[in-house]
């Protein structure tokens, strides 16, 4: 990275992307401007928390950043989704006793030892004797013993201490909720005014979720579906189809599921998910002893570099940089992991021996044929041309070991394949012809430090170009000083 006038010459030295979240600790455009020097490629805006005009705030800070560094920024709009909690008690917490009687009901007086409301009747519309019911991030688990429309009575299974509005969730059950609130759909109208690239969504049960959040973003936006439900898993294949990308979101998927099962399931959800050539994110704790230490712990870095061994497409701080103490720093030692890993002769043994069959047509295998070209001739980069962004997808899906160079006229697509692996995205003009996008691809690698004069780019695109899908062409090129 290199400074000319105002203008800050970007060219990551990595394949793995970082998403950072945006909070107070990171509100100022000079802070968000450090994030991105640092290494961050998709800012998150968490609408759990925060104001529209904080969000909206921050969004045009970025967008100043964007203008004035000429590089596409990705802007993730984080929704809320349904937040199932207890209500409040009598007099502060009260102490539990495993094999106590305990009742949740939707009376709103407040609670004592003996019950608690829990104002959520689709939640006693799902129970059944014996089904377990975890409070507070599951330090309080409750086995039912008989329940109704407005009632359940359980029994304390574990647990000691229980306070006002603590967390519910119920394993193995799907509840008849609407991933998006009265309050998502809100700040969703904002975040695609505001002109957000990705939409992450919460609470994913089951693929009706995803058509539900598709049909109300219109296209304005790229969609990702958060698995932090177990249940979404059993429906794993048809809502990664149905999804533009995918989160594996590990802190709710921690409270539902055995600790044990999280790493397999993370493991399953990113192979899927690059099998199926959509972007997935690996995401919560990476870096948790950060929000107020200057250094993260040997496991968190392990946590981090196994998510870039696995070949996510990105890693993410959440706490770390929004309210953390040490913001830019966690940015600085999460691109310092996954650059140290990209260069252990390992990783490139487990990428090249986890190759997708590739699909049964011509792009598919041109864009097979582009990786193994630029491993044998040792090209600097592989170049796509897209308007939608397939080109571009399927490029990564190949998880080649050079970096690559999408061009395209649609800056909506420069930005939303920021959070791809690999590619480093350059809005650019239309061409007119496939010679023109070739002098523009050389001119594009040597002006970002992709290429040198004399290094060698293979290039893939689409004849006639603005045919979604229609990669046809693989051409090698020589950069040559303009």
Same mark, same amino acid.
């Given at each position: 990275m290199t400074m000319t006038g105002n203008a800050i010459k970007i060219r990551r030295s990595r394949l793995t992307k970082i998403v950072a979240t945006l909070g107070p600790s990171s509100a100022s455009p000079e802070v968000i401007a450090r994030l991105f020097e640092s290494g961050v490629d998709v800012f998150r805006l968490n609408f759990s928390h925060g104001t529209h005009a904080d969000h909206g705030a921050r969004l045009a800070a970025l967008r100043d950043l964007e203008a004035r560094?000429?590089?596409?920024?990705?802007v993730m709009a984080d929704l809320?989704?349904?937040?199932?909690? *207890?209500?409040?008690?009598?007099d502060g917490p009260v102490t539990l006793t495993a094999g106590q009687p305990f009742r949740l009901d939707l009376s709103r007086e407040p609670g004592d030892r003996s019950r608690v409301g829990m104002p959520h009747p689709e939640i006693f519309a799902a129970l059944s004797p014996d089904t377990d019911l975890l409070l507070d991030d599951g330090r309080?688990?409750?086995?039912?013993t008989a329940c109704g429309p407005d009632f359940a009575d359980t029994v304390v299974v574990s647990g000691t201490k229980l306070s006002d509005r603590k967390g519910v969730n119920v394993p193995?059950?799907?509840l008849p909720l609407s991933p998006l609130t009265p309050k998502d759909r809100e700040d969703l109208a904002f975040a695609l005014d505001q002109g957000v690239d990705w939409v992450a969504l919460s609470f994913v049960q089951r693929p009706d979720d995803v058509a539900e959040a598709r049909k109300l973003i219109a296209g304005r936006a790229a969609l990702l579906s958060k698995l932090e439900k177990p249940q979404a898993i059993a429906h794993l294949a048809d809502i990664i189809e149905m999804s533009d990308g995918i989160m594996v979101a590990r802190g709710d998927l921690g409270?539902?599921?055995?600790?044990?099962?999280?790493?397999?399931?993370?493991?399953?959800i990113v192979r899927e998910s690059r099998r199926a050539g959509k972007p997935v994110i690996v995401a919560t704790q990476m870096l948790e002893s950060m929000v107020s230490a200057p250094a993260p712990t040997r496991a968190e870095a392990s946590d981090v570099a196994t998510a870039v061994y696995d070949g996510a497409d990105a890693v993410m701080l959440s706490a770390e940089t929004a309210s953390g103490d040490y913001p830019v720093e966690a940015v600085s030692i999460m691109d310092r992991i996954a650059r140290r890993v990209e260069h252990d002769p390992l990783y490139r043994t *487990?990428?090249?021996?986890?190759?997708?069959?590739?699909?049964?047509?011509?792009?598919?295998? *041109?864009t097979a044929a582009a990786r193994q070209v630029a491993h044998t001739i040792q090209a600097a980069a592989i170049v796509t041309y897209t308007t939608s962004g397939s080109t571009t997808l399927r490029a990564a899906r190949e998880r080649p070991e050079v970096p690559i160079l999408c061009l395209t006229s649609a800056l909506e697509t420069a930005r939303r394949m920021q959070m791809v692996f690999g590619v480093h995205a350059v809005h650019t003009d239309d061409v007119a012809n496939f010679s023109e996008m070739v002098q523009k691809a050389t001119r594009?690698?040597?002006?970002?430090?992709?290429?040198?004069?004399?290094?060698r780019l293979v290039i893939t695109a689409g004849v006639p170009f603005g045919t979604p899908g229609n990669t046809n062409i693989l051409r090698i090129a020589w950069v040559e000083a303009e």
């Open positions: 560094t000429g590089r596409p920024i990705a809320q989704g349904p937040k199932l909690r *207890i209500a409040t008690f009598a309080v688990r409750l086995r039912v193995g059950v799907v409270v539902e599921l055995p600790a044990e099962d999280v790493p397999t399931l993370q493991k399953r *487990i990428m090249d021996a986890q190759h997708p069959d590739p699909q049964q047509t011509a792009a598919d295998a *041109i594009a690698a040597h002006a970002d430090g992709l290429a040198a004069e004399g290094q």
